[in-house]
């Protein structure tokens, strides 16, 4: 297959070369916020999960694409990022899940690619500079250059309403009711709860009093794109609902709930992506091996309330926080793993004990 | 939790000698943990029969035994020792099944020694097949249906049972020994038999075949506070049905979804949990079904494995350094990853290349055996290659095989371009060493990916790749101009792995034009680091391979510095010593204060662990890719800062031959000039005539008319090879002109065995010497330094005659039988070889001794196969003496530093060789030694008499000599005036004597009572036969020479015998009174042991 040649420019000039694969824009180009994910598996986990809306993904790992895609692995009904990088792309999948190349899965929901890059070298820049904004595409490098010179990051911007859905839908038949706060929330994340609960996926833009109109036993907050300072509504939200149900949260769930607990949160260098980050749970000392995705983080020591319960243990950076009094906890990774480890999926059982009114841990 | 100061001292023991299943990985291993555990502050007693091992260095443990390793001498030792504690995992199968035979025995409870790493019920449920399956039953995972059998009655019920195909597998073995897949009831009765006597408890099991499904493997930790990673996933490109050993295999996985990877990875943790693997390494292997995903455990290893060392160098993760640091107390989180330097060792490694491992096998060195791979471990050697997609890291490694083939793309010049395609099909559907270029062929033809993925099981994803690799390949041909190409052009190529030789072969370019051309386009060989972390955090060790990307990570560096060229895979010939050669060039030139750059490409090795050199680059040994390492090195000069030279006289023959692409003025030591004259024939007897040194007459050959006239001239018997090889490669003695034509046509034959190797030229024509019949062969090692001085380290006298490869003789330090003045003739004559040929460093010189005349049969003026040996038996850290001395330090300095001895050091003490050979691998191999090497290891036995070395010598090479019973012997008539002495000291010792027909009438004429007459093997009325007498157990011992021509029949049937029945067969006279002496020093002596640390004081 011959392919057009293609350039991939950061905010900062510098430049890739590499070729157009899966969808080809008209405008010759596509922009977005470049962050890097190491995971050795789970490519269409990543491109389908909403936390990656606004952002250009580029796998670390050089061949994506070998087992091909199956609607069974999607997380949301169609890919959210802006597009991908990718050195080699398999145009030949070999599963017996799989129902299609990559590619093909690529074209049809227009999401561009640049293949053929030294994404080694893209991670190394984006490790040294931070997660920088940039275009790639197959038109006039100078017109891909400009472009990548205007392309905005995900600082201060809400991305979350882009993917919220718009109405409510109720999964599972459990005995009590979860109300799940739909920021981008992913399918393995509705999967993970509707086994223990009965729940309802409501709008990002749900009001407390409509969260308590539902009679939850339990209030979950998802993952999703963007910056998590950026959504003072939704934290108004949880202020309201704190101590009066219990509450876990992930990944952007999490850093909104710390900021209903009075913290803070930071915007680290590149973030967190991959399925290999060791985490503490300082309850029992236990190191689980989690998958991440998150850009921003908890600033340390800006919680009014509750402690910090899990720390990662690469960097330091809080992974999870706990306010028993409030019958709240939340965690910055992703215990439903889809995809990476499953060894945090203990946390969906610790919410169940907490809305069975167990004593939960510190 | 950190670590424990219960306890103080720690035994480990490692694996013995390289076997085909257990070769340098556990030294590899062994070497980290016991460097680790010194570190933590541990005392460790370390036991190990291998002398060629970096391990049994005595800087590596505090106390080091090199003994065989067998339960009875490890009670001595733990006796003397008192360990509190013995570390089991880090020795391969051999160190675990010792650890469960001691704690059977209640040593290990007598002694309050506490087994950690693995406790023994944890290995016990791993181990034996019963209790594993029962172990996986009870936490619901899948095995294959199967069930054991004690006999092949039981076994044909349980096929039966279970439905054809069946696999056999014996309990308690290693590498697949005895092992196979059972189409049918006569299969599966010739199988089951030989399971059963593969088995050291008797039991075969017999399981549902799940031959041509996808296999995988799962390298996992676990730490005392039950946190568990996994290091790293392999996935085989040869399906079920291969052993894994034997199988190409890469990583990471590439044909797992995240959902399958990850009920994958539950799986394994659950194994783990349920065995009982407290702490450390293990491997879990799965196999799964390409049509719906059926996922079944096949088996888990209890402790570090080639798969880890593979792992290990994969992905940076040093999975035996942390496993040793975990038995003594730590958890994951408290030990750094020391690749970062930042983050903890409790991650999962992730990697941004691809790794393929490609096993290398020697069928050419064992005539008889199948060239069919299975369920059986067969391949002696490996390679790994690192790129940044599959079709560059496949490529690589094809080309780090050293097998003539510069890449998987082979253009028109393979041997299967001459198949049908019946022949092809059959080549690619029965697995074979060269499966993969039958299948290049193959695609080549227009084969359908379809029909291939059908017919051989290969994953479909791999069988495309390598059609990709082909429609490149069919894009370079002489109509294409490189002179057009831009760096995407180019790229396309460079980063699919093709070397500058395959691009110029295709297009019909010279290799030169190629590499000018690309250079000239700006497309250079970029270095990668690995990192364990795809780049995510910066990393400080340089473990470096080469790509074609945008950027070099090589960091600037303003210290001169030394290139040190490694040994490539493991193979009959060259093995570990070479690894161990280059690892103390490494740790000679560190103390120097210069820093060292690795090149290497076998993963086993302690050369290829990153922290051994100041520099890895895991690269495979080409011209091309070494001048790349050079120029990158170069590059990385700041402030003033050289590279002094590269290193190629102490990786055996590898590195010698890339010593030719190299700049003279670069090769440090010994001048390429000088090496060359030794191999070539009329310069080396143009010197050894103008030394007045004797020679046994002889001359050159290219054909087999010109071999009759040379041997008109001189005689039968002769000794028949080519030049360059190694291992005595296709090496013969002759003493017949049917004999003669035979060998020179195989030799001269385009597709004979050297056809791969450079046929026979001008340049490489077939040496043809007279053969000294009875005469001692003598090795010598010795450095020269630039002032002319020369050390003689040592004088080994072999106990096989001359003609038996030196590689496959028993000898011994200090020589036992040689005169003083012939002692002092090889002194005098080494000199004066090391003169001539103007060596710096080393050289080893070859002499036979016949009735006190010295002759010289060779000269290699680089590093031997006994340096190591040499090192051990003496004390002298001779490789590490000779790399100072190539850089310039005289003997007279190192004398005044105390590095070198002023004179030959004579030890008070006895150390035998012996060498380890693979038969009991190959049924159909004739196990008569001869000028051909075939041994893969080597052992050691150190006593105070030679009787008492040599003794221990042969159980640790497997067999212990008996003390009484009987002794059966078959001689061939020369041999038949020496084999008297022996029956006679055999008959002292109160052994009762069986002979054949012939040699029972000469004993019996000379006075010596025969016991038992045996007849002709399969001829009942000429009275019992041998093959019988051993299978009952009615032997203890044979003797049986081979005639020198004419029918082996015979003998090699009682061979044969004696392998399946483990009993000791020698199959010379010099090694049977070698063995008298050692029954007899045994009796009268006893044994004690003794550390090295103990005998170089």
Redesign the interface.
């Given at each position: 297959m011959t392919r057009q040649?293609s350039v991939l420019v950061l905010a900062d000039g510098t430049t890739?070369?590499g070729y157009a694969a899966g969808h080809v824009p008209d405008e010759g180009f596509t922009s977005g916020e470049f962050v890097?994910n190491?995971?050795?598996?789970?490519y269409?986990?990543v491109i389908t999960d909403p936390s990656y809306a606004g952002q250009i993904v580029s796998f670390?790992?050089?061949?994506i694409g070998?087992?091909g895609v199956?609607p069974?692995?999607d997380e949301s009904l169609r890919p959210w990022c802006e597009g991908v990088v990718i050195?080699?792309l398999?145009?030949?999948?070999?599963?017996?899940?799989s129902v299609g190349p990559l590619e093909g899965f690529l074209r049809q929901h227009r999401v561009a690619a640049i293949v053929g890059v030294?994404?080694?070298?893209l991670?190394?820049h984006l490790?040294a500079h931070g997660a920088l904004p940039g275009a790639f595409g197959h038109g006039d490098p100078q017109v891909v250059a400009a472009a990548a010179r205007v392309a905005r990051g995900t600082d201060g911007t809400d991305l979350v309403t882009r993917v919220s859905t718009g109405e409510i839908y109720t999964r599972g038949v459990g005995e009590r009711h979860v109300v799940a706060l739909d920021y981008g929330i992913k399918t393995m994340m509705v999967h993970q709860l509707a086994e223990r609960f009965r729940v309802s996926v409501v709008p990002a833009s749900t009001s407390a009093e409509e969260i308590r109109s539902l009679e939850p036993d339990g209030v979950f907050l998802s993952n999703g794109p963007g910056d998590p300072a950026a959504l003072g509504d939704q934290v108004r939200v949880l202020e309201t609902l704190l101590g009066t149900v219990p509450i876990f949260g992930i990944c952007l769930g999490h850093q909104l709930l710390a900021q209903a607990l009075g913290g803070r949160t930071f915007k680290l260098p590149f973030g967190h992506h991959?399925?290999?980050?060791?985490v503490?749970d300082l309850a029992t000392?236990?190191?689980e091996?989690t998958a991440q995705n998150h850009n921003y983080a908890v600033e340390p020591d800006t919680l009014a309330h509750g402690v910090v319960s899990h720390v990662n243990?690469?960097?330091g950076v809080i992974e999870g926080v706990s306010a028993p009094s409030e019958r709240c906890f939340s965690v910055q990774y992703h215990p439903e793993?889809?995809?990476?480890?499953?060894d945090a999926r203990y946390l969906f059982e610790r919410f169940e004990n907490a809305l069975r009114g167990v004593t939960m841990g510190a | 939790m950190p670590k424990r100061v219960d306890i103080h001292s720690i035994m480990v023991i490692g694996s013995g000698p390289i076997v085909i299943g257990q070769a340098c990985e556990f030294d590899y291993s062994g070497t980290q943990a016991c460097q680790v555990l010194r570190a933590e502050g541990y005392k460790v007693i370390l036991v190990n029969s291998n002398p060629a091992t970096i391990m049994t260095d005595p800087a590596t443990a505090d106390v080091t035994y090199v003994e065989p390793l067998d339960a009875d001498v490890l009670i001595d030792i733990i006796e003397r020792e008192r360990p509190d504690a013995l570390l089991p995992t880090l020795g391969g199968q051999t160190a675990l099944n010792l650890t469960m035979e001691l704690v059977r025995r209640g040593v290990t409870e007598r002694f309050g020694v506490e087994v950690i790493g693995a406790r023994p019920e944890a290995i016990a449920t791993a181990e034996d097949r019963d209790l594993f399956k029962t172990a996986m039953a009870d936490i619901g995972l899948a095995v294959p249906e199967s069930g054991f059998a004690r006999n092949v009655d039981e076994a044909y019920v349980i096929a039966e049972d279970i439905g054809w195909p069946v696999m056999i597998r014996p309990s308690f073995i290693l590498g697949g020994s005895g092992t196979g897949i059972a189409h049918d009831e006569a299969q599966l009765r010739t199988l089951a038999g030989e399971g059963i006597a593969a088995s050291p408890v008797s039991e075969i099991l017999v399981e549902r075949s799940v031959a041509g499904w996808k296999e995988f493997e799962l390298e996992v930790m676990r730490d005392a506070?039950?946190?568990c990673?996994v290091v790293c996933?392999i996935e085989n490109f040869d399906p079920m049905g291969v052993h894994t050993g034997d199988s190409i295999t890469v990583a990471?996985?590439?044909?797992?979804?995240?959902?399958?990877?990850?009920a994958m990875?539950?799986d394994a943790f659950a194994v783990l949990r349920r065995v009982g693997v407290e702490t450390g390494g293990s491997n879990v292997q799965f196999a799964v079904n390409?049509?719906?995903?059926e996922r079944l455990v096949i088996e888990m290893n209890p402790r570090v494995s080639r798969s880890s060392a593979l792992a290990s160098k994969a992905t940076g993760f040093p999975i035996a350094k942390i496993a040793a640091r975990l038995a003594v107390g730590y958890?994951?989180?408290e030990i750094r990853n020391d690749i970062t330097e930042?983050?903890?060792a409790?991650?999962?490694?992730?990697?941004?290349?691809?790794v393929t491992k490609i096993p290398r096998w020697a069928f050419e060195k064992l005539p008889g055996a199948t060239a069919e791979l299975g369920t059986r471990m067969q391949s002696v050697g490996e390679v790994m290659a690192i790129g940044?997609?599959?079709a560059e890291s496949l490529q690589k490694a094809v080309r780090s095989l050293e097998q003539g083939r510069a890449g998987f793309a082979l253009g028109r010049h393979s041997e299967f371009v001459d198949f049908d395609l019946e022949r092809l099909w059959h080549s690619c559907v029965v697995a074979t060493p060269e499966r993969l270029f039958a299948l290049h062929e193959l695609l080549w033809r227009g084969a359908s990916?379809d029909d291939i993925v059908e017919r051989t099981g290969i994953?479909?994803?791999f069988i495309?790749q390598l059609a990709e690799i082909i429609e490149r390949e069919r894009e370079l041909s002489p109509d294409v101009v490189l002179e057009t190409f831009d760096v995407?052009r180019w790229r396309r190529y460079k980063q699919w792995g093709f070397s500058d030789p395959q691009i110029a072969e295709l297009c019909g370019r010279d290799v030169e034009a190629v590499t000018v051309l690309r250079r000239a386009a700006g497309v250079v060989t970029t270095f990668?680091t690995v990192d364990t972390?795809?780049?995510?955090?910066?990393a400080s060790t340089p473990y470096h391979y080469s790509t074609y990307?945008?950027?070099s990570e090589v960091r600037p560096s303003s210290r001169d510095r030394v290139i040190i060229l490694g040994s490539g895979p493991n193979r009959i010939g060259q093995g570990i010593e070479f690894d161990y050669c280059c690892v103390h060039a490494s740790y000679a030139l560190r103390d120097m204060g210069f820093e060292t750059v690795m090149v290497n490409c076998n993963p086993e090795t302690v050369s290829t662990d990153y922290s051994t050199s100041d520099r890895l680059y895991f690269e495979p040994l080409t011209p091309e890719d070494v001048a790349e390492v050079i120029a990158a090195e170069r590059a990385a000069c700041v402030d003033g800062a050289r590279v002094l030279g590269v290193i190629v006289s102490l990786g055996g023959q590898t590195p010698l031959k890339l010593s030719h692409s190299l700049d003279p003025a670069l090769v440090l030591g010994t001048p390429v000039a000088s090496i060359d004259s030794a191999e070539d024939r009329e310069q080396w007897s143009a010197i050894c005539k103008s030394l007045g040194l004797r020679q046994p007459p002889g001359d050159v050959a290219l054909t087999l008319a010109e071999a009759r006239t040379v041997v008109r001239a001189i005689g039968y018997p002769v000794l028949v090879r080519p030049s360059y090889v190694l291992g005595g490669r296709a090496m013969e003695i002759v003493y017949d002109d049917a004999s003669l034509e035979r060998v020179m046509k195989d030799l001269t034959s385009e597709h004979g065995s050297l056809a791969r190797e450079g046929g026979v030229s001008q340049s490489r024509p077939i040496l043809i010497d007279s053969f000294l019949e009875d005469a001692i062969e003598v090795d010598v090692d010795a450095v020269r330094d630039t002032r002319g001085d020369v050390f003689v380290a040592g004088v080994m006298e072999h106990v096989e005659e001359a003609g038996v490869h030196s590689g496959d003789s028993a000898c011994a330090l200090p020589p036992q039988t040689l005169s003083a003045a012939v002692l002092s003739t090889l002194h005098a004559h080494t000199k004066k070889i090391a003169d001539s040929l103007g060596v710096v460093g080393l050289i080893n010189v070859q002499y036979a001794v016949k009735d006190e005349e010295v002759f010289v049969l060779e000269a290699n003026p680089r590093a031997s196969r006994t340096v190591p040996f040499v090192a051990k038996a003496t004390g002298v850290a001779l490789a590490q003496v000779a790399v100072r001395v190539m850089m310039g330090q005289s003997l007279r300095e190192l004398v005044e530093l105390g590095v070198v001895p002023a004179a030959t050091p004579v030890p008070h003490y006895v150390s035998v060789k012996e060498a380890v050979l693979p038969f009991n691998r190959f049924p159909g191999v004739d196990t008569v030694l001869g000028p051909e090497m075939r041994s893969t290891g080597e052992v050691m036995g150190v006593g105070e008499s030679f009787g008492i070395a040599f003794a221990k010598a042969q159980l640790a090479a497997g067999t212990r000599l008996p003390d009484q019973g009987q002794v059966f012997m078959s001689l061939a008539d020369r041999d038949k005036v020496q084999g008297l002495e022996l029956a006679r000291l055999l008959a002292d010792l109160g052994f009762t004597l069986a002979a054949t027909v012939g040699t029972a009438g000469y004993l019996r004429s000379h006075g010596v009572v025969v016991a038992t007459l045996v007849g002709k093997v399969g001829l009942a009325e000429m009275g019992v036969d041998a093959v019988s007498m051993i299978a009952a157990g009615d032997v203890q011992l044979v003797v049986n020479t081979p005639s020198g021509s004419g029918a082996r029949a015979d003998g090699a049937l009682i061979r044969a015998a004696c392998i399946v029945h483990a009993v000791s067969c020698l199959t010379t006279i010099s090694a049977g009174l070698a063995a008298a002496k050692g029954i007899a020093d045994t009796r009268a002596q006893g044994w004690r042991v003794a550390s090295l640390q103990e005998l170089h004081r």
């Open positions: 040649p890739f070369e890097f190491t995971a050795l598996s789970g269409q986990e670390t790992y050089p061949h070998n087992y199956t069974l692995d050195r080699e398999s145009n030949l999948p070999s599963n017996w899940r030294d994404t080694r070298r991670t190394r490790r991959g399925s290999n980050h060791p503490r000392g236990r190191i091996i243990l690469n960097d793993a889809g995809p990476g480890p499953h | 506070a039950d946190n990673v996933g990471p996985i590439q044909t797992l979804s995240d959902v399958e990877y990850q990875r539950d390409p049509v719906d995903g958890t994951l989180d930042v983050t903890p409790s991650f999962e490694p992730v990697i941004d290349y691809v940044r997609n599959f990916i994953d479909c994803w495309h995407r990668n972390c795809a780049a995510e955090f910066e990307e945008d950027a």
